[in-house]
């Protein structure tokens, strides 16, 4: 008895014809997609940089930039007899741009020997502010103001600003009168005559 073995004809599987228009449309899909994406970017950064630079450059130097009024040389005081009995020096003031400074306990150590004031207190007030800007002393007499004088930090800000010198101390004092920390007199002479004494 003879048996007859079937030889069964494997055929190749064909891929189906959808399968390439797949690709092909996926393909165009990312294209386009792509495409359109770099085509935003190209027309934003003509509208940052052409269109729109000048208010981009305004608001860039806005955030970089402040203006502060700086004061004015105030008038001299003479006695009867021609003696000065009250002038201006110039005196340090020291602010900080708490964003970029990076040696604020060694400012701060330094401002403590300069006022005699803890370098607590000026650390409090560069870490509790987030402004770029912060006053931390004013008028600072030029023989305690050399070491703060010499530093070159960046973000440390020094302003050389007048202050009032009364060259006989204490004697007349009240008749002299004071000037606040904006150099305006605020009690005696220095207010009386404030007007013409305050420098333009």
């Known amino acids: 008895m003879e048996i007859e073995e079937e030889n069964e004809i494997l ?3 064909e891929e189906p014809a959808e399968q390439p228009k797949r690709n092909l449309v996926k393909f165009w899909i990312l294209f386009v997609a792509v495409t359109i994406g770099f085509v935003i970017i190209i027309i934003r950064l003509f509208i940052v940089q052409v269109y729109d630079a000048k208010r981009f450059a305004a608001r860039a ?3 970089h930039m402040s203006k502060i009024d700086l004061m004015a040389e105030r008038g001299k005081i003479y006695d009867r007899n021609g003696k000065l009995i009250a002038s201006t020096i110039n005196s340090l003031s020291v602010a900080v741009d708490p964003t970029i400074l990076k040696e604020k306990l060694q400012v ?9 004031v803890s370098y607590k207190n000026f ?3 560069i870490n509790s502010t987030k402004s770029a800007f912060v006053w931390l002393a004013r008028g600072i007499m030029p023989d305690k103001a050399r070491v703060i004088d010499t530093m070159t930090f960046r973000g440390l800000i020094k302003f050389k600003e007048p202050k009032r010198n009364f060259l006989y ?3 007349g004092s009240q008749v002299i009168g004071i000037t606040n920390v904006e150099n305006e007199g605020i009690s005696g002479l220095e207010m009386k005559y404030n007007s013409i004494l ?3």
Not at 108 to 116: F, N, R, S, V
């Open 198 to 200: 305050t420098g333009k």
């Open 61 to 63: 130097e806005h955030q």
């Open 169 to 171: 101390g204490n004697v």
């Open 123 to 125: 650390l409090r007030k």
């Open 11 to 13: 055929e190749p599987i």
């Open 108 to 116: 701060c150590k330094a401002l403590e020997e300069a006022t005699g």
